[in-house]
């Protein structure tokens, strides 16, 4: 019997939200996100898995069976977890998705699973590895450019270093990218490589591929339709990973 797509679908588990919702007369709280992120993981080949916050203490088996991982954006990332104090205008703390996502992260390094880390992703990430970020970028960066609110993405240039892996994976120099942010790293994290900037100096990628594969963005490659390249190379390292875990398991 031939075998589907779904057959050799690698399973990408993506973060989300736990925020109050209205539907009809249901007035809860609920695990959210934006279809776009699970349309960036399916249309590239993969299948997702929704990730809501929960005990930390089920991180590494709820990323057991996966083959990949998708951190998405959100909330500001708590500066107490990086040491810093609180900026007037950082988000109030989200204690239950920073604990997942921070033990999610560090069981996908454990295991050696491909993680794409979007927007306060790569925040979380770099936080993860010890480094800090810039609590308010029209401050510290005297621009308003990567987010100019009311819901709608600001599109900035980056600037591609031709000498890391992420140069493979977008092949080019330079790209146009969807930002809503206002906060950026400080200082890299423990084995992180700056792999893209803009303008100003502010870091917009990085990758580590140490151990496994980690990516990850400032920008939301999830909102350009008309681009999966980020999304391809997870769902490619991804099938990749399970392939080796198949022959490890034999």
């Given at each position: 019997?031939?075998?589907?797509?779904?057959?050799?679908?690698?399973?990408?588990?993506?973060?989300?939200?736990?925020?109050?919702?209205?539907?009809?007369?249901?007035?809860?709280?609920?695990?959210?996100?934006?279809?776009?992120?699970?349309?960036?993981?399916?249309?590239?080949?993969?299948?997702?898995?929704?990730?809501?916050?929960?005990?930390?203490?089920?991180?590494?088996?709820?990323?057991?069976?996966?083959?990949?991982?998708?951190?998405?954006?959100?909330?500001?990332?708590?500066?107490?977890?990086?040491?810093?104090?609180?900026h007037p205008l950082?988000?109030?703390?989200?204690?239950?998705?920073?604990?997942?996502?921070?033990?999610?992260?560090?069981?996908?390094?454990?295991?050696?699973?491909?993680?794409?880390?979007?927007?306060?992703?790569?925040?979380?990430?770099?936080?993860?590895?010890?480094?800090?970020?810039?609590?308010?970028?029209?401050?510290?960066?005297?621009?308003?450019?990567?987010?100019?609110?009311?819901?709608?993405?600001?599109?900035?240039?980056?600037?591609?270093?031709?000498?890391?892996?992420?140069?493979?994976?977008?092949?080019?120099?330079?790209?146009?990218?969807?930002?809503?942010?206002?906060?950026?790293?400080?200082?890299?994290?423990?084995?992180?490589?700056?792999?893209?900037?803009?303008?100003?100096?502010?870091?917009?990628?990085?990758?580590?591929?140490?151990?496994?594969?980690?990516?990850?963005?400032?920008?939301h490659p999830e909102?350009?339709?008309?681009?999966?390249?980020?999304?391809?190379?997870?769902?490619?390292?991804?099938?990749?990973f399970a392939a080796?875990?198949?022959?490890?398991?034999?």
């Amino acid at each position: 019997m031939a075998s589907s797509a779904s057959d050799t679908a690698p399973l990408i588990g993506v973060t989300t939200y736990l925020e109050r919702a209205q539907q009809g007369v249901w007035d809860v709280r609920a695990a959210f996100l934006p279809e776009q992120y699970l349309t960036g993981v399916t249309s590239s080949g993969g299948i997702a898995l929704l990730l809501p916050p929960q005990d930390p203490d089920a991180a590494d088996a709820a990323i057991a069976g996966l083959d990949g991982l998708v951190l998405s954006g959100g909330a500001d990332v708590a500066p107490e977890l990086y040491g810093a104090d609180r900026h007037p205008l950082t988000d109030p703390a989200r204690v239950d998705r920073d604990a997942w996502e921070l033990a999610l992260f560090r069981a996908a390094e454990r295991r050696g699973i491909p993680v794409l880390a979007i927007c306060r992703g790569l925040q979380l990430v770099n936080v993860a590895r010890g480094g800090t970020l810039q609590q308010h970028l029209p401050e510290s960066l005297g621009t308003e450019k990567y987010r100019i609110g009311g819901g709608v993405f600001a599109e900035n240039d980056v600037d591609v270093s031709t000498d890391t892996p992420f140069a493979q994976i977008i092949g080019e120099t330079g790209m146009r990218v969807h930002s809503y942010h206002h906060q950026g790293v400080d200082r890299l994290g423990d084995g992180l490589v700056a792999a893209a900037h803009s303008d100003d100096g502010l870091v917009q990628a990085v990758v580590d591929t140490s151990s496994g594969h980690v990516v990850g963005v400032q920008w939301h490659p999830e909102e350009n339709a008309e681009d999966r390249r980020l999304f391809a190379d997870l769902i490619a390292q991804s099938r990749a990973f399970a392939a080796r875990r198949k022959e490890d398991a034999r």
